[in-house]
């Protein structure tokens, strides 16, 4: 099992930053990679970003590329989100995901994943 809390959210203005936190805790042994999925009201759960567990490897979704930053501390069990130049359509509720399986390339899919945290609300006013 692996237990999985997201902190940071806010309300932010247009142009503004955030940055996201997610603490993992359990089976950290397991995990393979972590991403950060966000699900805007009446929308899908959509991609946002990806890391390694093992080296540095990330993978962005295009909306994000260039804006948000994707980072880990495994000392700490910990992976980031820095969120910059924040605009109204990144409102949503950002979610920490963990998966355990080794797979060739960093998964985009929410059913990739096998953990989920709470998730943290993201409100950026224009």
């Known amino acids: 099992q692996v237990q999985l809390v997201e902190s940071g959210g806010g309300l932010v203005q247009a142009g503004g930053s955030l940055r996201l936190s997610c603490a993992a805790s359990g089976h950290i042994f397991s995990i393979y990679n972590m991403a950060w999925f966000r699900q805007a009201p009446g929308k899908e759960r959509d991609f946002v970003a990806a890391i390694s567990w093992s080296d540095s490897s990330t993978y962005y979704a295009n909306s994000v590329k260039g804006r948000f930053t994707i980072s880990r501390d495994n000392a700490k069990n910990a992976v980031y989100l820095q969120l910059n130049s924040l605009a109204p359509e990144d409102t949503a509720v950002y979610f920490c995901?963990?998966?355990?399986?080794?797979?060739?390339?960093?998964?985009?899919?929410?059913?990739?994943?096998?953990?989920w945290g709470q998730g943290t609300q993201v409100t950026v006013s224009s």
């Open positions: 995901a963990a998966r355990l399986v080794r797979h060739t390339v960093l998964p985009a899919t929410e059913s990739d994943y096998d953990y």
